[in-house]
């Protein structure tokens, strides 16, 4: 299985951007996308997953309301719409899958993209 993400890029705070994550290869065996990021200094971090399936979604407190995760199955392609972008939002996005449920644990999810930068100015 291999992930690839984009969309990452500068956006003011306030500010809205869109990633993607395009999925290949053995995608039957992925149950679960996920998207997590880490900031400099900082451990990597849960910010939301999304069954592929049933489309049962979570959210890390700090982005609900403001982030939407999605799928596309068909284009096996999982997106993150960011919205109301905040400067603490500033971090290296990383998108995930596991063949397991959703997790906060990025030490459970067997696959990764290679991350997308997110840099909001205040």
């Known amino acids: 299985v291999q992930l690839q993400a984009s969309g990452g890029g500068l956006a003011q705070a306030g500010g809205s951007l869109r990633l993607s994550c395009v999925v290949s290869?053995?995608?039957?065996?992925?149950?679960?996308m996920a998207w997590f990021r880490q900031a400099p200094g900082k451990e990597r971090e849960f910010v939301a997953a999304?069954?592929?399936?049933?489309?049962?979604?979570s959210y890390a407190d700090s982005v609900k309301g403001r982030f939407t995760i999605s799928r596309d199955n068909a284009k096996n392609t999982v997106y993150l719409q960011m919205n109301n972008l905040k400067s603490e939002d500033t971090a290296v996005y990383y998108c995930?899958?596991?063949?397991?449920?959703?997790?906060?644990?990025?030490?459970?999810?067997?696959?990764w993209g290679q991350g997308t930068q997110v840099t909001v100015s205040s």
């Open positions: 995930g899958a596991r063949d397991g449920i959703d997790s906060y644990s990025p030490s459970l999810y067997n696959y």
């Open positions: 999304i069954r592929r399936m049933t489309s049962t979604t």
């Open positions: 290869g053995r995608t039957f065996s992925i149950y679960t």
